[in-house]
């Protein structure tokens, strides 16, 4: 017979609140929730100062970059920037 070791971590999360199986269905889709806020406008947008940021950052990451998946992958993100920008009054 073989001796197993007890696991105390476990053997304890048992009692703990939210243990066992989900009650319903909407426990499972808790990523919906922030979808549908992104979409309702509950999360700011991006000023144009964080896209200047971002898009110095992604710059630098491009010019460091061995892969060439992840620089055009770079090179697309800071196409869109650049365009939106253009079309921003500043």
Request: hydrophobic share 35%; no cysteine.
């Amino acid at each position: 017979m073989k001796i197993k070791k007890v696991n105390p971590v476990a053997k304890a999360s048992r009692n703990m609140s939210g243990a066992g199986a989900h009650k319903s269905k909407k426990d499972y889709r808790r990523q919906e929730k922030h979808r549908k806020k992104e979409k309702l406008g509950y999360y700011p947008k991006e000023s144009v100062a964080n896209k200047l940021d971002r898009l110095i950052l992604l710059e630098a990451m491009q010019a460091n970059t061995n892969s060439a998946s992840n620089w055009f992958m770079y090179e697309e993100e800071i196409q869109v920037i650049k365009q939106y920008l253009a079309e921003v009054e500043v």
